[in-house]
């Protein structure tokens, strides 16, 4: 499988050098030169098949040659040692948990395939490689976990400070060794823009071999599609067919591999961005102007996030065809009020705790089911609920158990460096590296 930047698409290059290098020299966002025709058989007996060999099936063509089918499978063995229920909260509105990972969210899954896919490629590489990140929260604490004392890798998380929970700050600021934290006076689309010019000057490249572990990277973002096969999968099971799914949304990664896979073949009837206050999506889909404002902060905190990088792959995926785009995607937004709402209800009717995004993602499908009600919905639990205990509602504070792993993380010492949010701080730090 080729890949082409979506600034030129003649710039072609293989997974591993799309892997390698995160990001296209001229900006762009690597995507897959072709799409896999869909494999309706396979998709059919999807039940037939355990979890590890559905994503095998789904990942193998994007992968290719270039790692060998047992390494591939050894590395999706690896990733996905942890469950992914599907979860009836109401009569046919089902939450699909994605935070039983190692760090309680859904950033786990591509941490790991992506750490185990860099570790295969650069098997034969003696440079010492630098893989940068940016986080609003989840995605820094699941690579600092994935890389962590992994060797020849070093890891910088780039987050911005104040605007990240104490369980995510700590996560990915008490690891130390080949995981170092910078902690950017600014905000998330701060950090992200830091670390794609990184990405681009020229004495940097010459300085150190750096990639990114952001959903920017092919291989964080394409193993986002085995949620949606594993759910639609247990879904069968149960008599439920043609879901919709609603994504609590910032980056548009987890989304965008969503709807991939139902161009692969997966039967989805429909998808929902739910976003928070920083709602540039859901307003493009209603007048067809992006505009992105100037992030908020919010208690759905991992989703701050007003220019989403991803999104231009979903534009892709359409051929940027805007009718088409509109027929399958809805967006709504809703603010902090809303959020701690939904929160409560839903713990005071179904006894079932949501976190601030799940919340969100909860939202957004009853608005799509107020207009639907026959349709089977899913909305995507993207983070445990005690990622959030310090600012969980105070009726909801008491119900959230912190388990003594957790716990025991509270009381480590956090390590971050301070840094003005500017390209040229975070380039003179790497220099000074
Ligand atoms: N929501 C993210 C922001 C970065 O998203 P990514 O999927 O591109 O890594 C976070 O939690 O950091």
Known sequence: MQYYSLNNHALKVSFTTAVVQGLAPDR???????????????????????????????????????????????????????????????PNVYALELF?????????????????????????????????????????????????????????????????????????????????ALEVQGSFDDCQRMVKSAFLDAALQQHVLLTSANSINVARWLPQMFYYFLAVKQLKALGKQNPVFSVPSGNFGNICAGILASILGLPIAHFIAATNVNDTVPRYLENGDYKPSAPIATLSNAMDVAEPSNFVRVLQLFEQNFPALQAKLSGYAFDDTATVQAMEAMYKNNGYLLDPHGAVGYLGLKKYLALHPETTGVFLETAHPVKFADT???????????????QALYDLPKQSIPLPATDEALKAWLLQQ
């Open 28 to 90: 762009g966002l690597y995507f897959p030169e072709s799409l896999p025709a869909p494999d309706l058989h396979f998709i059919q007996a999807l039940e037939k098949y355990s979890d590890q060999e559905i994503a095998y099936q789904v990942i193998a063509p994007f992968v290719g040659d270039d790692i060998p089918e047992t390494v591939l499978k050894q590395i999706i063995s690896d990733t996905l040692s942890f469950p992914f229920p599907v979860n009836e909260v109401e």
């Open 100 to 180: 039983h990972g190692p760090t309680l969210a859904f950033k786990d899954v591509g941490a790991r395939f992506m750490a185990g896919c860099l570790g295969y490629l650069l098997r034969n590489d003696q440079r010492p490689v630098t893989v940068l990140v940016a986080t609003s929260g989840d995605t820094g604490g699941a690579v600092a976990a994935g890389f962590h004392q992994v060797p020849g890798i070093n890891v910088v998380i780039l987050y911005p400070s104040g605007k990240v929970s104490t369980l995510q700050e700590k996560q990915l600021t008490t690891l130390g060794g080949n995981i170092r």
């Open 392 to 406: 969980a509602p105070h009726a909801l504070k008491a119900h959230i158990h912190i388990p003594a792993r957790v």
